[in-house]
């Protein structure tokens, strides 16, 4: 499992608290709606400030 810092938790915890609020927006303007992209934009945030957070998971792509 993978471990985040206490400083990125309590990050993640200000974030949803805001989405809570309706305060919490997105890069463009509009307002957030779900929990799983307010806990990204905690982790991006507390990356940002230089918590430590694991690396992004790498995206799968489809084989046809």
Do not use: D, F, W
């Amino acid at each position: 499992m993978a471990k985040y810092s206490k400083k990125a938790s309590e990050k993640v915890e200000q974030v949803m608290h805001e989405k809570k609020e309706g305060t919490l927006k997105t890069g463009s303007g509009k307002k957030v709606t779900s929990n799983k992209q307010a806990i990204a934009i905690g982790l991006s945030e507390a990356r940002k400030e230089g918590a430590k957070v694991p690396k992004k998971a790498a995206k799968k792509i489809a084989k046809s």
